[in-house]
């Protein structure tokens, strides 16, 4: 029976399928639209299926909508284990040459950078659902949030720096690089100061 195809594609894929992925394995978008109708899969996302009852994996998914996105600011303190807050609307990233359909806009934070920067201390990090999802390393996160402190609260750029300056696995000469590229040195310097 199909529906059993799709169980063990959707266990192997963390419960999440795409239009594609389920006409790969047979199943047409009419049977596909009778499955919804009947309760057997959701819509979770446009093109993207999961199984009734299954925890959404809400970062995942809006990743899936756009190949440009990358969790940033707020949302990359999270997954970087620099807040323990999880953000109640994630923030991503996407470079100035690319744009974003407006039902993703509505369900994010969007900054916008220059294409050159975009890719500096991008890489890939597992999250709290198993999902591998683009995000930005803590030394590009410290440089985004200060960057960008006028659209944050004070309290999220204080806890940030703090919580970096106690973080493990920080790199301080690529922090260093980082802040001059993004021009936020002397920011950094004053941050530093006062906390250190």
Known sequence: MIIDKINKKMKNN???????????????????????????????????????????DDMYLLMLRSKHIVFSHETALFLNGLSERTPFYHSVTIPSNASLPASVKQKCNCYYIRPELYTL??????????????????????????RSRSRLDEETVLSA???????????????????????VSKSLRIYLDVLL
Do not use: M, W
């Open 161 to 183: 720096i703090k919580n970096y300056a106690s973080f493990g696995g920080k790199d301080l000469n690529k922090l260093g690089n980082f802040a001059e590229a993004f021009r």
């Open 14 to 56: 963390n419960y999440i399928l795409s239009t594609e992925q389920l006409t790969d394995i047979g199943v047409s978008k009419t049977t596909l639209s009778n499955y919804v109708r009947e309760g057997l899969l959701d819509r979770c996302g446009h093109g993207y299926y999961t199984v009734p009852d299954s925890i959404e």
């Open 121 to 146: 201390g991008l890489y890939e990090k597992v999250n709290t659902f198993g999902n591998i999802v683009r995000c930005y390393d803590p030394e590009r996160t410290i440089c985004d949030i200060l």
